[in-house]
DNA sequence: AAAAACATCAACCGCCGGGTC
DNA sequence: AGACCCGGCGGTTGATGTTTT
């Protein structure tokens, strides 16, 4: 499900990504940050144009994104949220941790969209019939958190069904989804944020341009490098097929 | 088994708003 | 004031996987 890779006018590739390229733009961004995305490429070694740079790092290659897997709390959520504010997919977005835009945009329109209008319609009926504090009043955070105490599924970045069988997979873009860890570690790491005092997962993405080597020891750049290092290390235990 | 239809989702495109000169 | 640049957003496309006929 990737698009073949084609090379534009100006030289530029387009279409799907490939380790290398992931490579680069994962070890730039760490080493210098992004900075001006129209300019990264060209310092990164990349035939690639600066919004293509920026949307493989923001959907698929920053620390912390989740892919796959909606839970029926994030599916609800959504739906929630969609009646509320609309196609404002990016707004939604910062109330789903570890969720992109555009994976909700993608979700929105294969899975949830017949849902979202049943529910749109039964929602209707509800409230015409009762006069109770409205649930959009509560933080759908809030919600997402409740739900998750309930059934002991903390909705932190513990992302272990996209990971990588082999090496030589060629489906990159789900390995480098895979950047991952193990629950336990994602719980301790947690913990390095609750003490840094910065709630790095209701303020998601924030983080993006601390990769400036003056900010380079801030928890996020542990975080980061921490989840390189796993990856490195999953990768090099993996066996050659 | 093959073809057609449908589903999925990564990536592209065009537009918009904010900032700068 | 307005031209330009850039980042970000939402809509859409299209390649590929899956299911149905």
Redesign the pocket.
């Known amino acids: ?6 090379v ?1 006018k100006n030289g ?7 380790q290398e390229e992931d490579d680069k733009l994962r070890a730039y961004i760490r080493a210098y940050g ?7 490429p060209k310092f990164a070694g990349l035939s ?5 740079c ?3 790092w ?3 290659l920053r620390p912390g994104v989740k ?2 897997n909606f839970s029926k709390e994030e599916d609800d959520l959504i739906i929630q949220l969609h009646q509320e ?10 109330n789903l941790p570890g969720r ?4 909700i ?3 929105w ?3 949830l969209k017949r849902r979202g209008k049943q529910s749109q319609a039964s929602n209707v009926q509800a409230k015409e019939q009762s006069s109770e504090t409205p649930e959009s009043l509560i933080s759908p955070c809030k919600k997402l958190e409740a739900a998750d105490v309930a059934n002991n599924t903390p909705s932190l970045p513990i992302i272990l069904e ?1 990971f990588p069988l082999s090496k030589e997979s ?5 390995l ?2 895979g950047v991952s860890f193990v629950a336990e570690d994602s719980l301790t790491l947690m913990g390095i944020f609750e003490e840094s005092g910065e709630d790095f997962w209701t303020q998601p ?1 924030v983080g ?2 601390t990769y400036d080597q003056d900010d380079y020891t801030s928890s996020f750049a542990l975080y980061y490098d921490y989840n390189l290092d796993f990856f490195d290390q999953v990768l090099q235990e993996l066996p050659d097929n």
């Open positions: 499900m990737v698009r073949t890779t084609a534009d530029l590739k387009k279409g799907a990504w490939n992004h900075g001006n995305w129209r300019e990264l690639r144009c600066g919004k293509s920026r949307l493989r923001v959907n698929y892919h796959g504010l609309g196609n404002k997919w990016s707004t939604i977005a910062t992109t835009d555009n994976e945009k993608n979700h329109h294969t899975h996209s060629s489906d990159h873009s789900s480098s989804a993405f993006d341009n």
